[in-house]
């Protein structure tokens, strides 16, 4: 894994990297939750100082982009997390977000092991580029449907509908459909909102023009 850090406690990496469906007793849930608050604040002071120019709503935008499940998947793959990373059998819905908690367990670690101020520069350092990509800031595939079947059909809304859930009940898989402008699609995610996205983005593809 090509993480420019240097654990001085080994095991707290190792814990990072093994998913519950490996050790039940011993896994990263409990690093992931520390570090979903470390690496939510690092983005948020990088975002503070990198524009200076935009309000709350535009800042909030573009911190829900960075820190989303998709996100940290894909950077979990560019350092390398994915063939480190011990897992239990996983469905094809919850690989990503497997990553994306792995990903911020390990923020969790180096918190532990150094401090924020050593997490929040080996964030700093992945995220930057990703975090200067979007010249604006940038929609949620629900919010971007919504502004398209406005403006196509005179103010009307998608439907949403949970139509599923399966997994374990402590790590479940939602199953989400949206309905609009005589189009269906779905999607899945670890969350309601996470199905919800999916589905949206997955229905923007269909109604692409």
């Not at 896994?27 to 990198?50: Q, S």
């Not at 977000?97 to 997490?119: C, Q, R, W």
Request: glycine letters at 8%; aromatic letters at 6%.
């Amino acid at each position: 894994m090509n993480l420019n850090y240097e654990f001085k406690n080994k095991k707290l990496l190792d814990v990072a990297l093994t998913q519950s469906g490996v050790d039940s007793d011993c896994n990263n849930e409990r690093l992931e939750f520390v570090g979903d608050r470390v690496l939510g604040l690092a983005i948020a002071e990088l975002l503070y100082e990198m524009f200076p120019n935009e309000n709350e709503g535009e800042l909030a935008r573009r911190h829900a982009f960075l820190v989303s499940t998709e996100t940290l998947a894909d950077v979990a793959i560019r350092i390398g997390l994915d063939k480190v990373l011990r897992h239990g059998h996983l469905t094809g819905g919850r690989i990503r977000h497997t990553l994306a908690n792995a990903m911020e367990a390990v923020f969790g670690a180096i918190f532990f092991d150094s401090d924020f101020n050593a997490a929040r520069d080996l964030i700093v350092d992945l995220w930057r580029d990703l975090a200067a990509a979007n010249k604006s800031a940038p929609k949620d595939a629900k919010t971007a449907l919504q502004e398209l079947v406005q403006k196509n059909t005179n103010g009307g809304l998608p439907v949403y509908e949970c139509v599923g859930t399966s997994g374990a009940s402590h790590n479940p898989v939602f199953t989400a459909s949206v309905t609009a402008m005589g189009q269906m699609a779905t999607g899945r995610g670890a969350s309601k909102k996470a199905a919800e996205i999916a589905a949206a983005g997955e229905l923007l593809k269909k109604l692409a023009i």
